[in-house]
């Protein structure tokens, strides 16, 4: 039997683009913190450009994202390509039209949504302040889910056939922007800024962050175009595959019900703390940064293969493990520097705001907590994408949302009992929870479903390599703990590089190697390569 390449090289260019794209996406996170600082401003900004985010997440994200690959594979693969225009187009005129009428609903309830973001602030005339900012930046920012629902179908045609790398590099479009933006505003305030800004001061962050949106948005639009694909918005009555898609999407919707939830309740809860939303979301990018490296490229890249042998439950059982076992070697190791070298890290990455008074334990805090869901992130989002290759989007709509309902009462309620990074720990561990759950709900459902075990053979060896090396790292930093950014910086490169060098010697050991290639039935050995699913 031989071996087929197309997952692996595609997965690996996709996690080149990826290691650059969010190298690139730290230093936006990063200029954002350091300008606007873990305070009342900062979590004005980061609470009401994470709104739009939400909505998108809990109307129109299942319905325009991973849905959408496995009928784009099947129209593609038959050569279909003016339907598939056809479809998109017609579902993206759907989504304008809903999304536009969510934009007018949410600019008029604008106030009534700051009041909401700003309950937690203890505060009065700080939350009246943030809640008069809020109000302004959210009628800017509400508007911009017509923009990702753009983005998002440009990226599901993008996927289906293959082309990942122009995806992973979307966000320094926005990057870009973004830095720019705080470049401005920093001349424009001068150091140290408050909530209390002037119109124009605050017409900066609106502007600079709808921009900076356009931008992500247009990388992904203006390269399907350049593929020969033409998008653009369609009107009419529904014919069967857009009704079939709408269907498959609507229990999708509730699926990302689950991000909504935890975002929302994170962001709420978050605002209680002086700079708890910014520490979370920039915890949160970090967190983001393994799993974009290292586990998307694999279910991304193995997504249009599930969808081919969705009728063949030993091949898709096949190709599941193989996605899931390479997704644990390669993100176990991550989970456990990141939690054990979080604090070094963000003393290290939080300039300006972020680096006075608490700053960088709450960003560590944040950072530890997410982390310890990594892998459970990582397995949810792959058997989500396994049940809508098999045309099931309601088990995992119904999984996520009591997985999200059960993360957000752990936030709320750990966030009342704690104060602090204690609070923001807790936002992680809500997030973390639900993920586990949801992630071993789905697996028992896959593993009925396919008759195959899928638990991965390669868990526990990672584990038991890289939980040693964590506890050992762990200790050296806050043994050590130097006091100098510059030497602290290079204690965390070492012991990350050193700890990476122990793992993989150790797999070696136990006999385990990260990312071998997928094995491939003989017969689908002889089928050659689809032209159009290449890089």
């Known amino acids: 039997m031989t071996q087929r390449p197309e997952a692996r090289r595609a997965a690996t260019g996709m996690g080149i683009a990826t290691a650059v794209s969010r190298s690139i996406g730290f230093v936006r996170v990063l200029v954002v913190a350091a300008v606007l600082g873990t305070t009342y401003l900062g979590n004005a900004y980061q609470s009401t450009n994470s709104v739009s985010n939400v909505l998108f997440e809990l109307i129109a994200a299942g319905a325009l994202s991973a849905v959408l690959v496995p009928t784009f594979v099947d129209l593609l693969d038959r050569d279909d390509g003016a339907r598939a225009e056809h479809l998109a187009g017609r579902l993206l005129g759907l989504a304008l039209v809903v999304l536009g009428a969510v934009s007018v609903v949410g600019i008029v309830a604008a106030p009534w949504i700051a009041q909401l973001l700003t309950r937690g602030v203890t505060e009065a005339e700080k939350a009246a302040q943030q809640e008069q900012l809020s109000t ?27 082309k990942l790398t122009v995806t992973a590099l979307a966000p320094v479009g926005y990057t870009v922007v973004t830095v720019i933006t705080m470049v401005v505003f920093r001349l424009v305030t001068g150091p140290d800024p408050t909530v209390d800004l002037t119109t124009g001061e605050a017409l900066i962050l609106a502007i600079g962050g709808t921009l900076g949106v356009a931008a992500f948005v247009g990388i992904p639009t203006v390269a399907l175009w350049r593929s020969g694909f033409r998008l653009y918005p369609r009107l009419g009555r529904h014919d069967a595959e857009v009704r079939r898609v709408v269907r498959l999407s609507g229990w999708a919707v509730f699926q990302h019900t689950m991000v909504g939830l935890l975002l929302g309740a994170a962001i709420v809860v978050g605002n209680s703390v002086k700079g708890g939303t910014v520490a979370y979301q920039v915890a949160f990018v970090f967190f983001l940064a393994p799993y974009a490296i290292l586990a998307q490229p694999v279910h991304t890249a193995i997504l249009s293969d599930l969808s081919r042998e969705s009728g063949e439950p030993g091949a898709f059982a096949r190709s599941l493990r193989w996605a899931l076992d390479n997704i644990v070697l390669l993100v176990v190791p991550a989970t456990a520097l990141m939690m054990a070298l979080a604090y070094p890290l963000m003393r290290v990455v939080a300039f300006g705001g972020a680096a006075k008074g608490d700053g960088a334990q709450l960003l560590a805090a944040g950072l530890a907590s997410l982390a310890l869901g990594l892998v459970a992130y990582s397995a949810f989002l792959l058997f989500a994408r396994a049940y809508y290759a098999l045309g099931n989007s309601r088990v995992p709509a119904v999984v996520a949302l009591v997985a999200g309902v059960v993360g957000a009462l752990v936030m709320v309620v750990g966030g009342r009992a704690f104060d602090g990074s204690a609070t923001v720990g807790m936002l992680g561990i809500g997030h973390s929870l639900a993920y586990v759950l949801g992630a071993l709900a789905l697996g028992v459902g896959l593993r009925r479903r396919t008759g195959a075990p899928l638990w991965p053979a390669a868990l526990l060896p990672a584990v038991l390599v890289a939980l040693p090396i964590g506890i050992v790292c762990w200790w050296v930093g806050a043994a050590v703990e130097p006091q100098s950014r510059l030497l602290t910086a290079l204690l965390v490169a070492g012991l990350g590089l050193a700890g990476l060098g122990c793992y993989l010697l150790g797999l070696r050991l136990v006999r385990r190697q990260p990312l071998p290639l997928p094995r491939r039935s003989r017969t689908r050995d002889l089928e050659p390569a689809d032209p159009a699913l290449e890089p």
């Open 136 to 162: 302004l930046l959210l009628r800017w920012y509400i508007p911009q889910v017509m923009l990702y629902a753009v983005g998002a179908i440009a990226v599901a045609v993008l996927y289906a056939k293959r």
